[in-house]
């Protein structure tokens, strides 16, 4: 019988699924990066697909866990960061 994934294994799944659709619309990073609040990733990316990197960290720490304050405000950072970057991903597809 197989193994049900985890929520992180499906997570991961679904970042690397965003990466793939970011690295197929060839978007510039300067297109990209003004979709995003300052605050919600990290302003060092040099191209579109790091944003993922950043968000695949951010799951690793969360995995690992280190308290319940941290551990929550990474989960809710997970969440922002993968709806805001769903939504540039839908735009770019649709323009």
């Not at 990209?32 to 609040?37: I, L, M, Y």
């Not at 191209?47 to 690992?64: I, T, V």
């Not at 308290?67 to 649709?94: C, D, K, P, Y």
Request: a negative charge.
């Amino acid at each position: 019988m197989a193994k049900e994934p985890t929520v992180f294994q499906k997570l991961e799944q679904q970042i690397e699924q965003l990466r793939q659709q970011i690295e197929r619309l060839n978007v510039s990073e300067e297109q990209f990066q003004d979709w995003f609040d300052g605050q919600l990733f990290k302003t060092t990316h040099s191209a579109p697909e790091q944003y993922c990197d950043e968000l695949a960290y951010n799951l690793r720490q969360l995995e690992r866990g280190q308290g319940n304050a941290q551990q929550e405000w990474l989960a809710l950072r997970i969440e922002q960061q993968m709806l805001a970057l769903s939504r540039a991903v839908t735009f770019f597809q649709r323009r």
